[in-house]
């Protein structure tokens, strides 16, 4: 509370919602660098012989294809092949990898990952009590992390290490995990550290990112970034309600292996969905929200809100919805009820927003 | 940032320049948003103002305000008649939090009749 900031119980979590302005807090992550005490995310080890082989059958995706030091983001579904967690995995060694859950889905991630490597030589690891994220997000980040590196050698493999690959480090004179991730669209850095050194950690990047020209930042300004750059959220856009073709994250999703949820999500590969995740983009400056309905020229409903608002880049409202298949294309013309007042807006590819 | 005790509040947050004890004016008065209004939106993004003419009843929505999170009905304080509508803060809402008392005001109002409103001191109790 030192900087002043507005708190939030998120997840059971007291998670800074924003320090000072979030619209501030947006441009600083745009423009130079912003850092986010993330500490609420869940961290669970899966380790083991078998681990790779546990998170294949675990997951939706092959983890155990990626190079240690590399990172995957992937889906977790049920067997009916709705989505219990989006998360991003780090295969630490070829027998140890770290998942990193929502905070609200932890302790779900918890108990189906536990399940599912029942029958594999691998154990997992609630380690979230003990371990703190803070996130350097921005153009400016890599400077940032760089200047608390041991020396040159340290600040050329900050340098060098790519988009989705994670290395052990020494930052500000602490072991820490040291990815190249984010949830904003920008370049910028994950730091796993242990709980006990957070403080120490998050007192040393805060005058660096001060001195790059940036600031500490909050979940809200969190989610107006992620919108901009078209990241799902879980709870918004993700469900169990949801499958990933409809979310249009086929991709991350491969069929030729077996794992849980993969009969009904092969079945699901067949069918084109009744509804996909479509961007909408509006005038002015009203933005829709989560749960206001979409409408086609006809006033016919076609779709729902799963996340809206007012873009503090692009000046203008930026939505994500399940629209229709057919009236999902880009271009169209569609409408919002926008609490009682029909607001046009246009089906726009997304991201919103792409650093250049 | 106190709030001045030369005009109203309401529990909602908003305040009307209006003195206290003296009686109902017939000009238009000024409304407005509270510090801690502010503070717990965030940057406002959005206002949605009533429209000049527009009969407003104390206690009513009668428009909104949006920030980047949350979008809030904005009551108003007395029944009367919108007489203006502050069009800077509609072109640039981020002038509301820059001077919420004055420069930041969102609309002008006629007053008939008002609902229960709270001297400074009042407001300030119920924000503890």
Known sequence: MALGARLTDFAGWNMPLKYTSELAEHQAVRTTVGLFDLSHMGEIRVSGPQAGAALDHALVGRLSAIKPGRAKYSLLCDANGGILDDLVTYKIADDEFLVIANASNTGVVLAALTDRVLDFDATVTDETGQTALIAAQGPASQAVIQSLADDQDARDAVAALRYYACMPARIAGLDVLLARTGYTGEDGFEVYVAADDAVRLWNALYPATEAAGGRAAGLACRDTLRLEAGMPLYGNELSLETDPYAARLGRVVQLDKTFVGQEALALAAQDQPARLLTGLTGEGRRAARAGNVVLNSAGEPVGVITSGALSPTLGRPIALAYVDRDEAVEAASLQVDVRGTLLPFTVSPYPFYKRS | ?128
């Open chain 2, 1 to 128: 940032m106190a709030n001045p005790s030369h005009l109203l509040y309401t529990a909602e947050h908003e305040w009307i320049q209006l003195t206290p004890g003296a009686d109902l004016p017939t000009e238009p008065v000024r409304v407005g948003l509270t510090t801690f209004a502010l503070d717990a939106l965030g940057d406002v993004v959005f206002v949605d103002l009533p429209e000049v003419g527009t009969e407003v009843t104390a206690g009513d929505a009668c428009g909104e305000v949006e920030s980047t999170k949350s979008v809030s009905d904005l009551y108003s304080p007395v029944t009367g008649t919108v007489a203006a509508v502050n069009q800077a803060i509609i072109d640039d809402p981020a002038l509301i939090a820059a001077d919420p008392y004055d420069a930041g005001w969102l609309f002008t109002v006629t007053p008939e009749a008002t609902a229960k409103l709270l001297t400074s001191t009042e407001y300030e109790a119920l924000l503890d």
